[in-house]
T-cell receptor
Framework: QQPVQSPQAVILREGEDAVINCSSSKALYSVHWYRQKHGEAPVFLMI?????EQKGHEKISASFNEKKQQSSLYLTASQLSYSGTYFC????????????FGAGTQVVVTP | ETGVTQTPRHLVMGMTNKKSLKCEQHLGHNAMYWYKQSAKKPLELMFV???????ENNSVPSRFSPECPNSSHLFLHLHTLQPEDSALYLCASSQRRREAYNEQFFGPGTRLTVL
């Protein structure tokens, strides 16, 4: 079952902050975050593992609440380059490498 | 060349045609994936190839046939497609391991239009 992302879309002014949420009804091993710009491939941003480990770009921050099976991606002091569609992908404990993706959150950052 | 490459980038085909999509990864990964991305729908995992094991999504129609001759190359053979198969087909690769980071790296995709 695919994870649920919220909000569906957000419009920000440069410098503002936003939070994107991803929740699953199933137990998770990890949550992945990707950003896709129009006409381009999704780009890996961050992965958060059960147990607290995480790996990703220095300028991106995220959290993973294992009890609630929820993850949040924090866009801080947004820049124009942050515009795009953000997807979370979830990996179950017995589904190594097989991701189920949310519907995406479209982010538009304006000057 | 680096990363994940896909050819062709655009493909238009009739319902009776047979065509193939090609993906190549230059990252030394042991797993490759095919995804379908339709408008206003989540990325849908179609196939996973890992260490010569093929894992399928049972909802994928048989008109899509994957082939993975080695760990660097992945093909998706298409035949007698339907207009609803029009979508962006993305290939990805990862170093697939148990209880480890399995981040995936995507190719630019093939935009497929079925007439």
């Amino acid at each position: 079952q695919q994870p649920v992302q919220s909000p569906q879309a957000v419009i920000l002014r440069e410098g503002e902050d936003a939070v994107i949420n991803c929740s699953s009804s199933k137990a998770l091993y990890s949550v992945h975050w990707y950003r896709q710009k129009h006409g381009e491939a999704p780009v890996f941003l961050m992965i958060l593992l059960k147990g607290g480990e995480q790996k990703g770009h220095e300028k991106i921050s995220a959290s993973f609440n294992e009890k609630k099976q929820q993850s949040s991606l924090y866009l801080t002091a947004s820049q124009l380059s942050y515009s795009g569609t953000y997807f979370c992908g979830t990996e179950g404990p017995d589904s190594w490498g097989k991701l189920q993706f949310g519907a995406g959150t479209q982010v538009v950052v304006t000057p | 060349e680096t990363g994940v490459t896909q050819t062709p980038r655009h493909l238009v085909m009739g319902m009776t045609n047979k065509k193939s999509l090609k993906c190549e990864q230059h990252l030394g990964h042991n797993a490759m994936y095919w995804y379908k991305q339709s408008a206003k729908k989540p990325l849908e995992l179609m196939f996973v190839y890992s260490l010569e094991e093929r894992v399928e999504n049972n909802s994928v129609p048989s008109r899509f046939s994957p082939e993975c001759p080695n760990s660097s190359h992945l093909f998706l053979h298409l035949h007698t497609l339907q207009p609803e198969d029009s979508a962006l087909y993305l290939c990805a690769s990862s170093q697939r391991r148990r209880e480890a980071y399995n981040e995936q790296f995507f190719g630019p995709g093939t935009r497929l239009t079925v007439l």
